[in-house]
């Protein structure tokens, strides 16, 4: 089990060497720099150069690199042309929306989506699966940012039962909380149960043809027991696996919710500073989301030997 | 915009009695001198936090809050809506917009333009010109603090005026008749010219540009590349909290010291009534506008497009504007050299050309939100509103202008030659202008290779002339009203590298910044248009005005000017 | 059920080859009694029929026979009218005709789904072969996937569009970055486990090329997995292309791909709702076709469901 571990941990590294230099890469050959955002439209040729000598944004590409590997592996992830804020002052003034939106909207598919997939697949081929089938199209047929559109005017501006904008901490008010992430949840849930029901359909069906199942109904045992006891349980491992692959389908997810439902999370900042050119930051948001998805991999990885006893290492 | 007498302070100082009397002929009874200087928080309801004239709906309980101690307009917070992410609290080192208008609750200037545009003492108790106009000597205001609990001193005037003028062009052009400025005591700091020029204290009160702000060492000896993270001014509202791109937090500052004049535009008396300001920053707008309409907010800042003010003027919560007092210039600025419109014919064909009418309805709505303008500064400035020299090139589209162009270019054998359109698709406003752009250049026979990209992509193009020839935006209030603040029309001095090959333009300018009379001065600014009409440092579209959109229960916040920014002064009903 | 196409009468039938017009007419007569026997699936193919003549008209000089307007005619006096007889879905804030706006959508959406799923399935079947058989490009190609795998792919895209620049070519480009490292996954799987079955080892034994077994044997039975997965591709493309649209960084605004339509009615969803929702139905129609064409193959195409119901 260690030695797994230690393996799986080690064939990370080269993946964010990769995923390093691509970031560098993609964040400085990208056109513009925030010398001239940061200089304003009434700036003209003089400001924008002096702003970029300052901030040392006309150095070489080669210079530029060394000089960022160098601090990234030292651990320093730089900070913030604009704010001059760091990555880690950034981020945890950023994670709280982003985590509560995820984790609530993973909560959400899960709950929709595991029942309707083992119904769809209980009943193979019926109306219901039909009907289960289509809705799970729908989920991920729908653009999230028209959806969240419908969303915001029915809900929110017509009905007032949910606030417009913004976020609210649940330590300075629990259900504010709730009534500002109960929006984008819907949304990333819908999204989300979509992919489940998909995924879990799918194994059930398989599982549902395997001998044991065969056995188990040929002793007599109820139905509900055979689905619930041996069929899900056996298909838990692919579950897994979407719910890991959800976990970077809800980031993605994010950064459309939040600009939306004008969240300040992650997904947002991410998006503003791709927009802003803030190379150190972007740089480094997508090195840690990456990161953060090859860790939800190594756990889904290590869930599999936990649920699945014929997992063997 | 500016009043250019060489005896300005005088004149300035003869406007403020009129503009009290006229307050008080409004219909106050109250003192107009106001109370002694108590503390922002019991100062009585006192005289002109209501705007003037032009967005008078005259405050209902204007009688009825003069009682001194409890004053019920204190309290609560005020969220103000801002439309992109602040870039930087260095402001003396960014022209944008958002990042200025928080720095407006939260630092101030030397001097203040007031109602009428005439300079009024802010930080500065006193000053004083020599009679042969070559020594300006000024004295600051005593006891004032900044929010670090640091004594304003006189150097910090000095070096924060100093750093101001390192950027600004008008700052530049000034200093071009300084010789020295330094401190001469706590309080006080003298200039010495190398020409008298009147210019010195409207450089104190710019705004449009880089806004001169007296700043605290901890915050000027920062070289901007190490990131501002805090904004420290002496304002009626000191900073609290920012996070980059949500929003930034400012609350009352308890220890603040108004100056005793009536409020006029920036100038003036200022408190600070709300215990905190929250400024959002909310970047989609139907987000906003809905946020407005439940209350989530209180004030957008800035513009709201024209095309949400019917729909939000039937609800009574809100009160919507069109501010016809405050226009921009929009237009397509062009590639001076290289491509093209090196050639001022072909600048001109395409300005004869150009469907001006149509591009406006494009970018801002309907006709109330703009009016065609044939003069090079804007029509509601004093330097505008004439058409000589316009004739047959400005919106001369549908009387000839069209089939002139086409000969002109066909003449000139540039039929085929390709032609670099830039679009950002992260600006909607221009997005229109940009089609019309190329359609116009299409129709001329031009080969035109449409670029669309985002902002941050355009502004990078943009610095290198062989990778565009047309690019589109808009600029307001001095910038667009005053070509001494117009580096568009300045050699060299912005995009479109404008090269002035007469000199005439230049010349323009160096007279200009030394003219003494109204007269003169609008006789020189006529001539300058005569050589903007033939040279067309840019195509001008016309002048527009923003709508603007705050909750009818905010008071007091709305300028003359219209635009909604000054949250001091403001409370909630 | 029986009779549907699945892995293994297709491994048998390429094995043993039996004439062309055989298989051909057994292939016909199989697709459609699938296609009558799953209704999702016959109305998703439906209306990817449709939606993809009109792009093919569109793409031709008979467009105006279909819209009448010229999709990029700017008339600035006609911005923002609602739906009429002239404008059966309104205009938009330059007074361009929304329907014939959306019809030419068609077009590039489409296009941008299609060049995405295509050049996909290409590079995916390439890639995934090359490493089922090599295990030096395994370990190399499979590292870089699961390096562009790792990032959230709206995010990957958002980050590759700011470098390359917002062009239609772009955008499938990214698109096609972004998707081929789980397609190749899938491929390589099935490499994986066909290069084990019996046929596979009685051609080698035969005395088969590794490249004539690559090709022969094996490419063409990643075809059903391919398949499906291309189908949530194409749809996701279309829907990846409206996200980027609406994120400011997608296909230029003046051309008109229906994530361009429906960003540009964002600001008037107010006051113009139908700038946004007719481009929004045909958008959803489609990518809902695809996702009810992309299930219904997995259903038909999957060996392993033949039987359950």
Redesign the interface.
């Known amino acids: 089990m260690t030695a797994y571990v230690i393996k799986r941990v080690i064939a990370v590294i080269p993946v964010l060497i990769f995923v390093g230099v691509l970031t560098f890469s993609l964040v400085h050959l990208a056109p513009g720099d925030a010398a001239n955002i940061m200089a304003g439209d009434y700036a003209g040729p003089d400001d924008v150069k002096i702003i970029r000598e300052e901030l040392g944004l006309n150095k070489p590409l080669h210079t530029q690199f060394l000089d960022w590997a160098g601090r990234t592996l030292r651990g320093d992830l730089g900070k913030s042309i604009y704010s001059g804020k760091t990555v880690a002052e950034l981020v945890s003034a950023r994670m709280g929306p982003t985590i509560s939106l995820t984790v609530a909207g993973g909560i959400l598919a899960v709950l929709i989506g595991v029942p309707l997939g083992v119904l769809a697949a209980w009943r193979f081929g019926s109306i219901w699966d039909r009907a289960i089938q289509v809705w799970a199209a729908l989920g991920i047929s729908i653009p999230g940012f028209w959806l969240g559109f419908i969303l915001i005017w029915g809900l929110a501006v017509s009905l007032r039962w949910f606030p417009v904008i913004g976020y609210v901490s649940p330590t300075e008010d629990f259900f504010g909380w709730i009534r500002s992430i109960t929006l984008p949840t819907l949304l990333l849930g819908v999204n989300g149960s979509a992919i489940i029901i998909r995924m879990t359909r799918a194994s059930v069906l398989e599982v549902l043809r395997e001998d044991f199942i065969r056995t188990a109904r040929a002793k007599g045992l109820a139905e509900r027991i055979v689905l619930f006891r041996h069929a899900l349980r056996a298909s838990a491992i692919p579950i897994i696996t979407v719910i890991g692959f959800l976990a970077a389908a809800l980031i993605t997810g994010a950064v459309v919710t939040e600009t939306v439902f004008t969240i300040p999370g992650l997904g947002r900042l991410v998006a503003e500073t791709v927009q802003t050119r803030d190379f150190p930051i972007v740089q480094s948001m997508l090195m840690l989301l990456a990161a953060f998805y090859v860790g939800v991999n190594l756990i889904v990885d290590l869930a599999y030997v936990f649920v699945d006893p014929r997992v063997r290492l | 915009m500016g009043i250019w007498s060489r005896f300005l302070r005088r004149t300035a100082w003869l406007v403020l009695p009129v503009t009290v009397a006229v307050l008080v002929a409004c219909g106050s009874e109250e003192e107009p001198t106001a109370a002694p200087a108590a503390t922002p928080t019991t100062a009585p309801a006192a005289t002109a936090t209501s705007p003037p004239a032009a967005t008078a709906t005259a405050r209902p309980t204007a009688t009825a809050t003069t009682a001194p101690p409890v004053d019920d307009r204190v309290g609560g917070q005020l969220k103000v809506a801002l439309g992109a992410?602040?870039?930087?609290?260095d402001v003396h080192?960014?022209?944008?917009?958002t990042?200025n208008e928080v720095a407006f609750a939260v630092q101030e200037f030397l001097f203040a333009y007031d109602d009428n545009l005439a300079p009024q003492p802010m930080l500065v108790e006193d000053w004083d010109i020599s009679s042969d106009g070559f020594k300006w000597t000024f004295t600051l205001r005593d006891g004032l603090t900044f929010h670090n609990g640091r004594a304003v001193t006189a150097e910090d005037a000095v070096k924060s005026w100093t750093r101001w003028a390192e950027?600004d062009?008008y700052g530049s052009l000034i200093f071009g008749f300084v010789d020295d400025i330094q401190a001469t005591g706590d309080l006080t700091f003298e200039i010495d010219m190398v020409e008298p020029t009147a210019l010195i204290l409207e450089g104190m009160a710019r705004i449009?540009?880089y806004y001169p702000y007296v700043m605290p060492p901890e915050m000027y000896n920062v070289?901007?590349?190490?990131?501002?993270?805090v904004l420290i001014g002496t304002g009626p509202y000191k900073f609290k909290e920012?996070?980059?791109?949500?929003?930034l937090l400012v609350e009352r500052f308890d220890d603040y010291k108004p100056v005793n004049t009536t409020a006029s535009f920036m100038a003036g008396k200022k408190e600070a009534l709300f215990d905190s300001v929250d400024y959002?920053?909310?970047?989609?707008?139907?987000?906003?506008?809905?946020?407005l309409?439940?209350g989530?907010?209180d004030i957008i800042s800035g513009e709201i497009?024209g095309?949400?003010v019917?729909?939000l003027g039937t609800n009574s919560d809100l009160r919507v504007q069109i501010i016809r007092n405050n226009s921009s210039r929009d237009g397509a600025w062009l590639d001076h050299v290289d491509g093209p419109f090196t050639d001022a014919r072909v600048r001109q064909a395409f300005a004869m050309a150009y469907?001006v009418?149509?591009?406006l309805?494009?970018a801002v709505?309907d006709s109330r939100f703009w009016q065609t303008c044939p003069s090079m500064m804007l029509c509601g400035g004093k330097w505008g509103g004439f058409d000589d020299h316009s004739d047959g090139i400005y919106n001369a589209r549908n009387s000839g202008g069209l089939e002139e162009a086409k000969q002109i270019i066909e003449d000139l054998g540039l039929v085929g030659t390709d032609v670099v359109v830039l679009?950002a698709?992260?600006r909607?406003r221009f997005?229109?202008p940009a089609?019309?752009s190329?359609?116009t250049l299409e129709e001329l026979g031009f080969n035109v290779d449409?670029?669309?990209?985002?902002?941050?992509?355009?502004?990078?193009?943009r610095?290198k002339p062989e990778l565009w020839d047309v690019f589109h935006?808009a600029?307001g209030g001095a910038?667009g009203a005053n070509p001494l603040l117009n580096?568009s029309l300045a050699k060299?001095?912005?995009?479109n590298?404008y090269q002035d090959e007469s000199g005439r333009m230049t010349d323009g300018m160096n007279r200009l910044a030394r003219a003494t009379s109204a007269d003169e001065q609008l006789a020189i600014v006529k001539e300058m248009q005569e050589v903007f009409w033939n040279d067309i440092p840019y195509v001008s579209f016309g002048d527009t005005f923003a709508a603007v959109a705050t909750r009818a229960d905010i008071k007091g916040s709305e300028t003359q000017f219209g635009l909604p920014f000054n949250v001091y002064n403001a409370w909630r009903e | 059920m029986a009779e549907a196409i699945a892995y293994e009468e297709a491994l048998i039938e390429v094995y043993e080859d039996p004439p062309l017009r055989e298989r051909a007419r057994k292939w016909t007569s199989t697709a459609w009694r699938t296609l009558r026997t799953h209704p999702n699936l016959m109305f998703g193919m439906a209306i990817l029929v449709i939606m993809s003549l009109i792009a093919i008209i569109t793409f031709t000089p008979a467009a105006t026979s279909i819209a009448r307007y010229d999709p990029q005619e700017l008339s600035a006096r006609e911005r923002v009218e609602g739906p009429s007889a002239d404008h059966w879905f309104g205009t938009d804030a330059f007074g361009r005709d929304v329907y014939s706006r959306t019809l030419h959508g068609a077009k590039v959406s489409l296009r941008v789904a299609a060049s995405v799923a295509i050049l996909v399935s290409i590079i995916g079947v390439t890639l995934g072969i090359l490493v089922g058989y090599n295990r030096l490009a395994d370990n190399i190609v499979m590292r870089i996937m699961d390096g562009l795998m790792s990032f959230p792919t709206l995010i990957l895209a958002l980050a590759l569009v700011a470098t390359l620049g917002s062009s239609l070519n772009n955008v499938v480009l990214v698109i096609v970055i972004v998707d081929t490292p789980s397609m190749t996954r899938v491929v390589r799987g099935v490499v994986l486990s066909l290069r084990e079955r019996t046929y596979v080892e009685a051609a080698r034994a035969s005395g088969a090329s590794t490249i004539r077994i690559m090709f022969y044997h094996i490419a063409p039975n990643t075809l059903a997995p391919v398949i499906v997965q291309a189908s949530v591709f194409f749809a996701g493309a279309i829907l990846t292309e409206a996200a980027l649209g609406f994120l400011g960084v997608g296909i230029p605004e003046f051309i008109p791909s229906w994530g361009n339509i429906i960003a540009s009615g964002r600001s008037f969803i107010r006051i113009g709702f139908w700038i946004a929702f007719f481009p929004g139905i045909f958008l959803g129609l489609t990518v809902l076709a695809a996702n009810l064409v992309g299930d219904g193959l997995r259903d038909v195409l999957d060996p392993r469901l033949r039987g359950a119901e």
């Open positions: 992410a602040i870039s930087t609290l080192r960014t022209t944008g917009t990042a950027r062009n449009g540009g070289p901007a590349a190490e990131g501002a993270d920012w996070v980059p791109g949500d929003h959002v920053v909310v970047p989609d707008v139907n987000a906003k506008i809905a946020a309409e439940v989530q907010i497009p095309d949400f019917d729909p469907p009418e149509e591009a309805l494009s709505g679009s698709g992260d909607p997005a229109g089609e019309f190329r359609q449409f670029k669309a990209t985002d902002w941050a992509t355009q502004t990078n193009w610095e935006t600029g910038w580096s060299n001095k912005y995009w590298k």
